[in-house]
């Protein structure tokens, strides 16, 4: 599919809507979308979400940005999908399939992984996503009363030495190469790593987000170990509002509604092509982000 290809609309081109690759100049444009579906992500945000993917937009006659979609490789084999908006304006004509088209042509051959609203399911099962069965709940609020780190011994913090560790541990509990995604995090938050007989057995990167914070990716080897990292993550943030995103199986959603971190809304995980069980130990206990998972 030609990315720039255009649609014409009436004879003075007011109508005309142009496909064309996400871009900074979209960013604020995109951020307007997102407003409107109210949406807490930032400009900072989007931009980093662009910074390590690409997707596509849609831009009216005016050039304002009405639709976005965009993408993150995972190596040569894997990716995910995410920041998918259509202006309420503009939706019922076809343009969140005309991005979906453009987006999984740009991303074959890789299977594509997305977490999909309600509102998308119908979308995305017309183009060949399956569900998984998982399903993720976001859980937020300011939370309850103050939090301990765990000894030092059990959680420190994270290091650029713990780059290739991390790394492992990710591959074990994603089966993808996320490398570029998780360095990036590290760099503008802050990480910490559990550790098992002086080795790294699990890590979780906390960063700003929204309205606040998120913490996520969360990877470990237990539930328990998890709510290890977390603590160890709201020890440092104090009293702030926090997001974690986590499946409605990780045994983390009491303990977070516990301490004060609410259940809000939960989408559905699928696949586009092959899906491949990650090998484990680790797995994934909460996310960096519906898109990046």
């Not at 983390?252 to 516990?258: I, K, Q, R, V």
């Amino acid at each position: 599919m030609n990315p720039t290809a255009t649609r014409p609309g009436h004879p003075d081109g007011s109508d005309t809507i142009a496909l064309v690759p996400f871009a900074k100049q979209h960013l604020e444009g995109a951020l307007r979308l997102s407003q409107e579906v109210a949406w807490t992500h930032r400009l900072e945000d989007w931009a980093i979400a662009l910074e390590l993917g690409q997707g596509f937009v849609l831009l009216d006659g005016a050039g304002s940005v009405i639709a976005t979609a965009a993408w993150w490789a995972h190596g040569e084999d894997q990716a995910t999908a995410g920041m998918i908006i259509v202006a309420k304006a503009a939706q019922g004509r076809g343009h969140g399939a005309r991005l979906m088209d453009a987006l999984l042509a740009a991303a074959h051959p890789r299977t594509v992984t997305l977490n999909a609203t309600a509102e998308g399911l119908a979308l995305y099962e017309r183009r060949g996503f399956v569900r998984t069965g998982v399903v993720i709940q976001q859980h937020r609020g300011i939370p309850h009363g103050g939090h301990q780190a765990p000894p030092a011994s059990r959680v420190r913090a994270m290091t650029t030495a713990d780059a290739e560790a991390i790394a492992r541990l990710d591959r074990q509990a994603t089966g993808w190469d996320r490398r570029p995604v998780l360095s990036r995090l590290a760099e503008v938050g802050d990480g910490h790593v559990l550790l098992r007989d002086g080795q790294p057995h699990g890590y979780a990167i906390s960063r700003r987000f929204g309205r606040g914070h998120v913490i996520g990716p969360v990877a470990a080897e237990s539930a328990d170990d998890a709510r290890a990292l977390i603590e160890a993550a709201l020890a440092r943030l104090g009293p702030v509002f926090v997001r974690i995103d986590t499946s409605a199986t990780s045994q983390l959603g009491g303990w977070l509604e516990h301490i004060g971190l609410a259940k809000v809304s939960d989408v559905a995980t699928m696949v586009r092509g092959a899906q491949i069980p990650p090998p484990g130990p680790a797995r994934v206990f909460a996310l960096a982000s519906h898109s990046f998972n």
